[in-house]
């Protein structure tokens, strides 16, 4: 038979519990919090984080640095980069596609970029009403001069080199963007 706690003990060992359970509270109070209070505060973001994606331009002259080489929209296991190269000048780029919600942000894209001109930004607030929102043409990826030149510095990339002239005689065949 199991032995019985008189009334004095059990009062005791509540009394006990009731004040280890408040000296954790007012350990825990007085610690720094682990958490941001977002959207109040922004989380540190590093360069290496890997959010919205974006078209870099040439920070000192403003030259659009996709080549339209393509081995972005090659390399992407989600299918979610359409470039279409300008039909009329070899080496430029004529419309680019990305579909921000199929994207994984694998960063795939950015690593065989030859130019660095596609890149992960440190923007993650891209919550959007449809699906077809979240479809960015190049104006929507291209940043200004002042915003890649800050995403220059702040990942660390080498200054871009000067392309040369478009050559005008290229016969590339135009095609149909991702849906
Ligand atoms: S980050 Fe990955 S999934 Fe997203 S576009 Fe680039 S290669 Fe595709
Ligand atoms: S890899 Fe870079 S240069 Fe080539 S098409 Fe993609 S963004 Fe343009």
Do not use: W
């Amino acid at each position: 038979m199991p032995e019985q706690k008189n009334v004095f003990t059990e009062v005791l060992e509540g009394a006990l519990n009731i004040a280890k359970g408040l000296g954790t509270v007012a350990l825990q109070s007085t610690r720094d919090p682990v958490s941001t209070s977002y959207p109040d505060e922004m989380p540190e973001l590093y360069a290496a984080s890997r959010h919205r994606l974006a078209l870099n331009v040439n920070p000192s002259t403003g030259e659009h640095l996709c080549i339209a080489c393509k081995q972005c929209e090659r390399v992407c296991p989600d299918q979610c980069i359409t470039v279409i190269p300008d039909p009329t000048a070899k080496g430029k780029v004529k419309e680019f596609y990305i579909d921000q919600g199929l994207c994984m942000f694998c960063g795939l894209c950015t690593e065989v970029c030859p130019t660095d001109c596609i890149i992960n930004t440190v923007d993650f607030e891209m919550s959007d009403y449809t699906r077809e929102d979240l479809v960015f043409d190049i104006k929507k990826l291209t940043l200004s001069k002042n915003q890649s030149e800050f995403y220059f510095k702040f990942k660390n990339l080498p200054a871009p080199k000067v392309k040369p002239a478009p050559n005008t005689n290229s016969t590339t065949v135009e095609q149909t963007p991702a849906s």
